[in-house]
């Protein structure tokens, strides 16, 4: 999995490309979390959309709770997530939204960039042409 990272004004944007392997989540997130810290930016928006294997049909309920989890265990509490997935990973994402959730991560899991970036904070979002 590839990783990269785009520091705005009110968000951090990270961007998840590549095959999804559980194992290189660990690594990703404690990452994640540190680019957020080191510019004391609390809202992180993290685009899977690029994310192959991950998708309703390829992930495993399980493996989509160990994942929540695992974001729910290192998520700050005091932090706002929004992850953006194609429209087949939202079909599972939703029950790793629940997972988080219930654990008292603030999130949200959507295919909407518009609802993604209201999420993090940001008032309005107009499309490039």
Not at 47 to 62: I, P, R
Not at 80 to 101: C, K, S
């Amino acid at each position: 999995m590839d990783v990269t990272y785009e520091v705005n004004s009110s968000y951090l944007y990270v961007n998840v490309s590549g095959e999804f392997v559980f194992s290189s989540v660990k690594n990703i997130l404690p990452e994640v979390i540190e680019k957020a810290y080191s510019h004391n930016i609390k809202q992180i928006l993290c685009d899977l959309t690029h994310l192959k294997g991950f998708g309703a049909q390829q992930t495993s309920t399980e493996t989509r709770f160990n994942v929540a989890n695992l974001i729910a265990d290192l998520i700050p509490i005091d932090f706002r997530v929004a992850i953006l997935e194609t429209p087949m990973q939202v079909i599972g994402g939703r029950f790793g939204e629940n997972v988080m959730t219930d654990r008292g991560v603030s999130v949200k899991v959507t295919s909407s960039i518009n609802e993604a970036l209201e999420w993090v904070g940001v008032v309005s979002y107009k499309k490039k042409n």
